[in-house]
């Protein structure tokens, strides 16, 4: 069964400076999706980034990249420029890429809750 | 099209009453999804449906749980004979496929 591990339950950062969120996974398979996740106080989850691991360049949706080290099983997400509306919970989450597997679950690490202080 | 809506947002009940939640995933999806998050955690997965078709369903889902998708549309998640372990958000997606899960905005169940 995957796995994934978020270390720092809760980071804190200044508005416009840059932090980094980090997020390791276990797998046997080498096919998978790995996503981050962003759940603002009693607001829904939305998507925030996706990475394909057959992919070797680095997801980037305008302030949030990624950091996917496939051997080191790592999955970082930088914010950079950080604003007020970027406090939230972030999750870390994987999916398998095949069928036959369980290719329709996400599977979430217990998230990291970001503090941006003005 | 407005997202996935759940419906209650927030629900108290009394250990061993039974309660219903109600999902409405956006409208061309065929794949749906419930979730558990409990204070602390990650979502988990509770079970999966595609279009009417319930595929799997997690360990975590008792025989006490009971998931619904009539018609490929909405879902219901009832569960019965409330326990206080129960209390949780309860999360609804819903995907074209394998697609990007949209998520609702949950119902918290608080159970006394």
């Known amino acids: 069964a995957q796995t994934v591990t978020q270390s720092q339950p809760e980071m804190s950062v200044q508005e416009a400076e840059t932090v980094t969120l980090s997020c ?10 790995l996503f981050w996740y962003k759940q603002p106080p009693s607001r829904q989850m939305i998507l925030v980034i996706r990475q394909e691991a057959y992919k070797q360049q680095n997801a980037t949706e305008n302030r949030f990249s990624v ?19 970027d406090a939230a919970m972030y999750f870390c989450a994987y ?15 217990k998230g990291t809750l970001l503090t941006v202080n003005p | ?3 996935v809506s759940q419906d209650p947002r927030h629900k108290i009940t009394k250990r061993g009453q039974n309660v219903t939640f109600r999902c409405d995933p ?9 979730y558990r998050q409990t204070l602390g955690q990650g979502p988990e997965f509770l ?15 008792s025989d006490r749980f009971s998931a619904e998708r009539p018609k490929g549309s ?7 004979r409330t326990e206080q372990g129960d209390s949780a958000m309860y999360l609804c997606a819903s995907s074209l496929w394998e697609n990007e899960q949209y998520f609702g905005p949950g119902t918290r169940l608080t159970v006394t």
């Not at chain 2, 956006?26 to 419930?34: D, G, K, M, T, V």
């Not at chain 2, 079970?47 to 009417?52: D, G, K, V």
């Open chain 1, 24 to 33: 390791t996974y276990d797998t046997s398979e080498s096919d998978y999706y």
């Open chain 1, 67 to 85: 950091n996917f080290q496939k051997a080191a099983k790592s999955f970082s997400l930088k914010i950079s420029d950080s604003q007020l509306g």
């Open chain 1, 95 to 109: 999916r398998s890429a095949w069928g036959g597997g369980s290719n329709y679950k996400l599977t979430f690490g």
């Open chain 2, 1 to 3: 099209d407005t997202g």
């Open chain 2, 26 to 34: 956006i409208s061309e999806h065929n794949r749906l999804y419930w």
């Open chain 2, 47 to 61: 079970t999966y449906f595609q279009n009417e078709a319930q595929l799997e369903k997690s360990r975590l889902l």
């Open chain 2, 74 to 80: 909405f879902s219901t998640l009832e569960i019965q």
